[in-house]
């Protein structure tokens, strides 16, 4: 790791929708390639970086369950959206000349490899950015917490979190409510009891139980991902009380 950064191996969360440009819907080429070329400026940082990228511009299984879809077929097919995404995304990086590997928590050997824990290490330690794809593989569960789980056993040591249009975590929503507040830091137990929209309750109470800190930053903000890689105040910290370096913005 380079003396100048805090950390060694990271995982960044980015959603669907960041791949899918103006359309709001679907993958646009020239969305991939901005997020490829800002996870290829963070990894010649010299981190290892995993990846783990949402499938709510392709379907949100939540979304059809409420409509009468079974829940577990939903999530199965939200969980395929993630794959077409980091199929894209895979593309993108590697026309930039950095190497990846694609692994999938659903077996599709055609595309991808199995996850498999130490197989992630190994490519890690070798310079290659892991995308891991397809949720945990199991219905009822996010990608949120995939991202969290897989962050945890890959030994990482912060969660980047990039949100779509959102610079941070609010008491309320600020594209509603101009009058919400924003918060530079916040205890884990903070966001649960009030909460905030920072992830779902079982993501971010996996992050709690095995202590991993979390930057909830906008993804479109150019520079974001490389600022919060380099350890530089973006967005909201969430992590433990002695962790915290200040409280609601402004307060």
């Known amino acids: 790791m380079p003396d100048s950064l805090p950390y060694r191996r990271i995982l960044v969360k980015l959603s669907g929708e960041a791949l899918a440009g103006e359309h709001g819907f679907g993958i646009d080429p020239q969305a991939a390639r901005r997020r490829a070329e800002e996870l ?77 824990r130490r197989r992630a290490i190994r490519h890690l330690e070798k310079g290659r950015i892991v995308i891991f794809a397809a949720g945990t593989g199991n219905p009822y569960f996010s990608t949120d917490t995939a991202a969290v789980l897989r962050c945890i056993e890959i030994n990482g040591e912060i969660l980047l979190m990039g949100k779509n249009g959102v610079d941070a975590v609010y008491n309320d929503d600020p594209r509603r409510n101009p009058a919400a507040a924003r918060f530079r830091s916040l205890d884990y137990m903070d966001a649960l009891t009030q909460r905030l929209q920072v992830m779902d309750g079982t993501a971010l109470t996996l992050c709690m139980e095995n202590k991993l800190p979390i930057i909830v930053f906008d993804a479109n903000g150019e520079g974001n991902l490389v600022r919060a890689a380099r350890g530089e105040r973006v967005g909201t910290y969430v992590g433990e009380p002695s962790a915290l370096a200040g409280a609601i913005a402004g307060a």
Do not use: C, K
Not at 71 to 77: E, G, K
Not at 78 to 93: E, I
């Open 40 to 116: 290829v400026a963070v990894h010649r940082l010299g981190l290892e970086m995993a990846v783990v990228v949402g499938g709510g511009n392709i379907f949100r299984g939540m979304a059809a369950a409420s409509t009468g879809m079974e829940r577990a077929t939903a999530d199965y097919m939200g969980m395929l959206g993630t794959v077409m995404n980091s199929l894209a995304l895979q593309a993108s990086v590697e026309a930039l000349g950095v190497p990846t590997r694609l692994q999938t928590a659903i077996e599709m050997r055609q595309v991808a490899e199995p996850f498999i």
